[in-house]
């Protein structure tokens, strides 16, 4: 197969300072015991930064393509010799499209519970994110055309991505006496669960157990049922919005009336259009997302009131609020992770929203002018994607054909089997969050039910972040895991 002009990071064999895991086990260094592994101590855990080739496409063997997928491996203080013994916990990161942070500590927060139940910890960079072949329009345009370009990120779901990991966990358990000790937990956070999902639909003999947090998959073949529920329940969110700031009517208003009136280019040559500024709505579902928009907001209707203009900070404020260019996968496959079986999804969020709910989100000016309620507030929108955008972010400008072939694309495989859920024999825990904003609560639910032995907990104490937020939140899971917890 054609290697369409990729990048030599991409498609040559790693050199000897980076592991393989196509060599013969006879032969080669265990990852764990080799001594050329970048390694430092922070609070509580010695980390390891391990970088893994992977194929690009597991499923076609004359595909010689390759990825290299980065881990931060983290073992407890004090347990540096116990690498080979002690079992791994794999954490998924939420997204599509977003890598693993570094933590500047393990001792608190999910890091510290899983420690405290004996794991030692795995940070993957999803393939795309972070360290592990980022994808961006340079690197997709080392790729060619459009359709090579098309065909290259195809491989980038979570299919691909749980195929990584399982050859990662074969790579770093190779050598281990018994098959319960050759097996992994996996941590999943948001899009981190979704991956999960297809991992208990792919490789379930591999897993010991499995923790979801705000992120039980809706098991669809297309999203459009994603923003029919998503929909209302961001209108609920703007209004809680407004009735905590009432204030901040007047003054989104007013900074939507200015960039209707006026083209407001960003720092890094993006347009801060009416409806690119309704799209820091997004931290509605988030701890403190209220909080961080009003301070946008009013830094900007200060800047009109004072300047009669969007000061350089405030711009780059609202910028930095916005990670579609940062983590481009985000916008270009977001709604990808709903599809299946053959179907498209033909920029579902704003079909959904032309259809059904256009008038709730409105943002040019005359048409909000027009309303029956002169002085009603506009409203912002969540977590959903549209084809403006491309035209909008500057970075996803470079991506835009790419963006749109991905839309019309009707290949999209199985994410789940739903006869091997049905049949589920690993342990599962999830959370699901009653006024998630991200994953609806209905939909998880029914997913939920689908797979066997599948304890879920719904709670409205907590927003999509609440692993973040909470030790409570993974202390929980692995009690509900251990049957301390029987009355939900």
């Known amino acids: 197969m054609s290697t369409h002009n990729l990048p030599k990071s991409a498609v040559t064999p790693p050199s000897s300072a980076q592991p393989t895991v196509t060599q013969s086990s006879s032969v080669d260094v265990h990852e764990l015991d080799r001594t050329d592994i970048e390694s430092y101590y922070i609070p509580g855990g010695k980390v390891y930064e391990r970088f893994f080739d992977c194929p690009l496409d597991h499923q076609e063997a004359a595909d010689t393509r390759r990825v290299r997928v980065f881990a931060r491996h983290i073992v407890p203080v004090g347990k540096e010799d116990q690498m080979h013994s002690l079992p791994f916990i794999v954490y998924l990161q939420g997204g599509p499209g977003f890598e693993c942070s570094l933590p500047s500590s393990v001792k608190g927060g999910w890091y510290a519970t899983a420690i405290s139940e004996g794991f030692q910890l795995l940070l993957v960079d999803q393939r795309g994110t972070g360290l592990s072949a980022p994808i961006s329009a340079h690197t997709l345009?080392?790729?060619?055309?459009?359709?090579?370009?098309?065909?290259?990120?195809?491989?980038f779901?979570?299919?691909?991505i749980v195929r990584d990991c399982e050859l990662i966990r074969k790579t770093l358990c190779r050598?281990?006496?018994?098959?319960?000790?050759?097996?992994?937990a996996l941590l999943g956070q948001s899009f981190g669960g979704f991956c999960i999902t297809t991992y208990l639909s792919l490789f379930p003999s591999s897993i010991s157990r499995a923790l979801i947090t705000g992120g039980v998959p809706p098991m669809l073949d297309s999203p459009d049922a994603v923003y029919h529920a998503t929909y209302p329940r961001m209108i609920t969110r703007n209004q809680q919005y407004y009735a905590k700031f009432p204030r901040d009517i007047a003054r989104v208003r007013s900074i939507i009336e200015h960039l209707n009136a006026v083209a407001v280019v960003l720092p890094d040559g993006g347009c801060l259009t009416a409806r690119r500024f309704q799209q820091l709505g997004i931290s509605f579902g988030r701890t403190g997302g209220f909080d961080s928009v009003h301070r946008l907001v009013l830094r900007a209707a200060s800047d009109l009131e004072t300047a009669g203009c969007l000061s350089v900070s405030a711009l780059t404020e609202i910028a930095a609020a916005q990670s579609f260019d940062a983590n481009p996968l985000y916008c270009i496959m977001h709604e990808s992770i709903y599809c299946q079986n053959g179907n498209a999804?033909?920029?579902a969020a704003?079909?959904?929203?032309?259809?059904?709910?256009?008038?709730?989100?409105?943002?040019?000016?005359d048409r909000v002018l027009q309303r029956s309620d002169p002085a009603a507030p506009v409203y912002f929108t969540g977590e959903s994607v549209y084809p403006w955008m491309l035209d909008d972010y500057a970075e996803l400008r470079r991506l835009k054909d790419?963006?749109?072939?991905?839309?019309?694309?009707t290949g999209w495989g199985r994410l789940y089997d739903t006869d091997v859920l049905a049949a589920n024999t690993v342990p599962v825990a999830a959370v699901s969050y009653y006024n998630d904003m991200f994953v609806d609560v209905g939909l998880s639910e029914r997913t939920a039910q689908a797979i066997a032995g599948c304890h879920q907990w719904i709670t409205n104490e907590f927003h999509h972040n609440g692993l973040g937020v909470s030790s409570h939140v993974p202390e929980y899971l692995f009690r509900l895991l251990k049957g301390d917890i029987t009355d939900l």
């Open 175 to 184: 050598g281990r006496t018994s098959a319960a000790s050759q097996k992994v």
């Open 157 to 160: 779901r979570a299919d691909s």
């Open 402 to 409: 790419v963006a749109l072939s991905l839309a019309e694309y």
């Open 141 to 155: 345009a080392q790729h060619g055309s459009t359709a090579a370009q098309t065909e290259y990120v195809r491989h």
């Open 350 to 365: 704003h079909r959904v929203r032309e259809a059904s709910f256009a008038s709730a989100f409105e943002y040019q000016w």
């Open 345 to 347: 999804s033909r920029w």
